[in-house]
């Protein structure tokens, strides 16, 4: 069973930082593109970054210089490093596997106020 848990969500103010995590079972985690997304309340799910199998990343140019996305193979661990944080931030934050499947967790509050 696939399982992707995430977690790190929180309310910080402007400028602050934030890690979040997502915990993944139930398949090979090490050859597995891995993506975060964010939804804002009355907007669409937006990407925000993704890393492959081999540790190339891309940045939604919102977070570019701000945003880190990272993996831990041996953790079968995804992180989303966010650094000065704005309230344009604020968001359900989404773990994804970027492939065929495209399994979803199921999400952590992030909430950055001015």
């Known amino acids: 069973q696939v399982r992707l848990v995430e977690s790190g969500g929180d309310s910080v103010q402007a400028g602050g930082s934030l890690r979040l995590s997502c915990a993944a079972s139930?398949?090979?985690?090490?050859?597995?593109?891995m993506g975060w997304y964010r939804q804002a309340p009355g907007k669409q799910r937006e990407l925000v970054a993704t890393?492959?199998?081999?540790?190339?990343?891309y940045y939604a140019d919102s977070v570019k210089g701000r945003f880190t996305i990272s993996r831990d193979n041996a953790k079968s661990t995804l992180y989303l490093q966010m650094n000065s944080l704005k309230p344009e931030d604020t968001a359900v934050y989404y773990c994804?596997?970027?492939?065929?499947?495209?399994?979803w967790g199921q999400g952590t509050q992030v909430t950055v106020s001015s």
């Open positions: 994804h596997t970027e492939s065929v499947y495209g399994w």
């Open positions: 890393i492959t199998s081999g540790e190339s990343t």
């Open positions: 139930g398949f090979i985690f090490r050859i597995n593109s």
